[in-house]
């Protein structure tokens, strides 16, 4: 299952710059004026010093803001060095991901899934790569996470081709009640897509979020 990038760091940074500049115009904008008084005021009657504290301090939140703008441009950037590193680290390593996708290859495709309850009335359908649904299988299952394994054969006992299917579970408790699950798919972190604007692993083809990742461990 290829998920879609989130937009999650990409738009904190494009949020941040237009905050920038609009405070950085209101900055000079406020300059400008501050400076105009001071130019054109009566000697004889000078601004009144509580205005011009009041207008000061004013100045100086807005010099603040921009330089708070700043720190957190900084620390995005040093963020994203860490969690591109991280990412780059499980190259190589064994790691079970949330995803409904797994490769049938030699005659076997295994899932990982998860149950709030037990399920005694469940349906698994596992589809092909097109959408089209190749096989259903009517099971009892039991609160808990467990793996689900299927040997690639069809209705009619016939080996399907290798490649990618998927998995879809409908649980239901004894009241014939939707149970909550979750599925994941395991494999070896083949490369790190940066292309978005969070890191996507690829696991034997298939692409994950690194937020995604629940489990990593070495590769057998």
């Given at each position: 299952?290829?998920?879609a990038?989130?937009?999650?760091?990409?738009a904190?940074?494009?949020?941040?710059?237009?905050?920038?500049?609009?405070?950085?115009?209101?900055?000079?904008?406020?300059?400008?004026?501050?400076?105009?008084?001071?130019?054109?005021?009566?000697?004889?009657?000078?601004?009144?010093?509580?205005?011009?504290?009041?207008?000061?301090?004013?100045?100086?939140?807005?010099?603040?803001?921009?330089?708070?703008?700043e720190?957190?441009?900084?620390?995005?950037?040093?963020?994203?060095?860490?969690f591109?590193?991280?990412?780059?680290s499980?190259?190589?390593?064994?790691?079970?991901?949330?995803?409904?996708?797994?490769?049938?290859k030699?005659?076997?495709?295994?899932?990982?899934?998860?149950?709030?309850?037990?399920?005694?009335?469940?349906?698994?359908?596992?589809?092909?790569?097109?959408?089209?649904?190749?096989?259903?299988?009517?099971?009892?299952m039991?609160?808990?996470?467990?793996?689900?394994?299927w040997d690639g054969?069809g209705?009619?006992?016939?080996?399907?081709?290798?490649?990618?299917?998927?998995?879809?579970?409908?649980?239901?408790?004894?009241?014939?009640?939707?149970?909550?699950?979750?599925?994941?798919?395991?494999?070896?972190?083949?490369?790190?897509?940066?292309?978005?604007?969070?890191?996507?692993?690829?696991?034997?083809?298939?692409?994950?979020?690194?937020?995604?990742?629940?489990?990593?461990?070495?590769?057998?």
């Amino acid at each position: 299952m290829e998920l879609a990038p989130s937009s999650g760091i990409g738009a904190t940074k494009s949020e941040l710059a237009s905050s920038r500049k609009t405070i950085a115009g209101n900055f000079n904008t406020f300059l400008s004026i501050l400076t105009t008084q001071l130019k054109n005021q009566n000697p004889l009657d000078p601004m009144d010093t509580n205005q011009f504290t009041s207008q000061m301090v004013e100045f100086t939140g807005v010099e603040q803001q921009l330089k708070t703008n700043e720190y957190l441009e900084a620390l995005i950037k040093a963020n994203e060095g860490a969690f591109a590193s991280q990412a780059v680290s499980y190259i190589g390593k064994a790691v079970t991901a949330f995803g409904d996708s797994a490769d049938l290859k030699d005659g076997k495709a295994e899932w990982t899934y998860g149950l709030t309850s037990d399920a005694p009335e469940s349906k698994v359908t596992i589809k092909n790569s097109a959408g089209a649904i190749v096989y259903t299988d009517d099971v009892a299952m039991t609160q808990g996470e467990h793996t689900y394994t299927w040997d690639g054969k069809g209705p009619d006992g016939a080996s399907l081709p290798e490649g990618r299917y998927s998995i879809d579970i409908e649980a239901k408790n004894a009241d014939g009640k939707i149970i909550d699950n979750y599925t994941m798919t395991k494999g070896i972190v083949e490369t790190v897509d940066f292309a978005g604007s969070e890191p996507i692993l690829v696991i034997n083809g298939n692409k994950v979020k690194l937020s995604s990742v629940a489990k990593v461990g070495l590769a057998s």
